[in-house]
């Protein structure tokens, strides 16, 4: 469960990278 929670914050992450490149 913790490693689930993590990968969907790396997910999270590179979603607002993302967002802020754009």
């Known amino acids: ?3 689930k929670k ?3 914050r ?3 992450e590179q979603f607002i990278s993302s967002k802020l490149i754009i």
């Open 1 to 3: 469960m913790g490693t």
């Open 6 to 8: 993590l990968v969907k």
């Open 10 to 12: 790396k997910e999270f």
